[in-house]
């Protein structure tokens, strides 16, 4: 087993997921003023620090991703944020993509940047602990788009972004989004994904990256937040299965999908029957921002003092997620 194999293991195997709350400052600002909270740094990092100090973190998560600001933070019981993420046994990781801009010639598209640099920022990353790295590429679906020039384009940047980050002994998390606004369908979804991913692999390929050594962090395959094509949780596990076995090679090791944009429910009971019917030798998990934080946000920004009752929800959020990681949640813990 390769030292990048390792480190993926350690992150997502025995029900554990990966906790994304490497929001930026912009994104992070739009959460915490939605619940009406200045997002001062000070603000930024208690938040996220009581999240790290929960008990759950021990048994449901083995990997936070951080943003730049946080990594270099120091928590409030004098040690740095990635040892205070470490002593729980979760391994420190690291956003190093800075962000989705317009693609020239396709400019309602986007072109995920950060590639100049970025052998040098990885150094900096591994020194105060940083593991793993995750880059996202983001993608709309409609009658246009996602353009070729698009998907190939965020492919080439995540295979190079791959390359450097594994150079450097780290793990990179690949994340091509394919968004759920829209109103296509879940078929549109699903061909769209597809392509999206086999793509991704085929620069990835190209760019000699080990696979074993990487984890994929794609959407699930549901209809579009605005389309009249609802779907079950029994077919956005068909189809998501359908879509990873087609288009990921098998030495890729682990899944870890985002939640964007499913509410926490939807998307611990969609991962949970994935896990069901998993007859891949791929480990599914999940890597989720909103889904894991939006309880615990809400109630944390009414009595920011309240550590137990943030951290209560949290631990439940967690525990429900790494239930699902497991294919054994059910809609009757969730009340317990
Ligand atoms: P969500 O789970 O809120 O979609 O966030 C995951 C993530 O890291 C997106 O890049």
């Given at each position: 087993m390769s030292e990048l194999n390792e480190i993926v293991l350690k992150i997502i195997a025995d029900g554990k997921g990966i906790l994304a709350a490497d929001e930026s400052n912009g994104t992070m600002t739009k959460r915490l003023t939605s619940v009406n909270i200045s997002s001062s740094p000070e603000n930024r990092l208690l938040f996220r620090e009581t999240l790290f100090s929960s008990e759950k973190m021990k048994e449901c998560i083995g990997g936070v991703i951080l943003y730049d600001e946080t990594i270099n933070q120091m928590s409030s019981i004098g040690k740095?944020?990635?040892?205070?993420?470490?002593?729980?046994?979760?391994?420190?990781?690291?956003?190093?993509?800075?962000?989705?801009?317009?693609?020239?010639?396709?400019?309602?598209?986007?072109?995920?940047?950060?590639?100049?640099?970025?052998?040098?920022?990885?150094?900096?990353?591994?020194?105060?602990?940083?593991?793993?790295?995750?880059?996202?590429?983001?993608?709309?679906?409609?009658?246009?788009?996602?353009?070729?020039?698009?998907?190939h384009s965020n492919a080439h940047a995540l295979a190079r972004?791959?390359?450097?980050?594994?150079?450097?002994?780290?793990?990179?998390?690949?994340?091509?989004?394919?968004?759920?606004?829209?109103?296509?369908?879940?078929?549109?979804?699903?061909?769209?994904?597809?392509?999206?991913?086999?793509?991704?692999?085929?620069?990835?390929?190209?760019?000699?990256?080990?696979?074993?050594?990487?984890?994929?962090?794609?959407?699930?395959?549901?209809?579009?937040?605005?389309?009249?094509?609802?779907?079950?949780?029994?077919?956005?596990?068909?189809?998501?299965?359908?879509?990873?076995?087609?288009s990921v090679p098998s030495e890729v090791p682990g899944i870890a999908f985002l939640s964007g944009g499913q509410s926490e429910n939807e998307a611990t009971e969609n991962l949970n029957e994935i896990n069901k019917n998993n007859n891949t030798n791929f480990i599914m998990t999940y890597s989720y921002g909103r889904a894991l934080q939006q309880s615990a946000l809400k109630f944390w920004s009414k009595d920011?003092?309240?550590?137990?009752?943030?951290?209560?929800?949290?631990?439940?959020?967690a525990k429900m997620c790494s239930l699902a990681a497991q294919g054994k949640w059910s809609i009757v813990l969730e009340d317990k």
């Open positions: 740095l944020i990635p040892d205070l993420i470490s002593s729980s046994g979760a391994i420190p990781g690291i956003k190093v993509d800075t962000g989705a801009k317009d693609l020239a010639n396709s400019s309602e598209e986007k072109i995920t940047e950060g590639l100049d640099g970025l052998r040098d920022r990885l150094k900096k990353y591994y020194e105060v602990g940083a593991r793993f790295t995750k880059w996202r590429a983001v993608f709309s679906i409609n009658d246009k788009y996602p353009s070729k020039l698009a998907i972004y791959a390359a450097l980050v594994q150079e450097k002994g780290m793990v990179p998390i690949v994340e091509p989004e394919v968004l759920m606004e829209g109103d296509h369908s879940a078929k549109d979804c699903l061909n769209k994904t597809s392509e999206v991913i086999q793509k991704c692999f085929e620069e990835l390929i190209l760019h000699k990256i080990d696979l074993s050594g990487i984890i994929l962090k794609p959407n699930m395959i549901l209809a579009g937040s605005q389309s009249k094509d609802k779907i079950s949780k029994e077919e956005v596990s068909e189809k998501t299965l359908e879509c990873l076995k087609n920011v003092r309240n550590k137990k009752g943030t951290q209560d929800l949290f631990n439940h959020r």
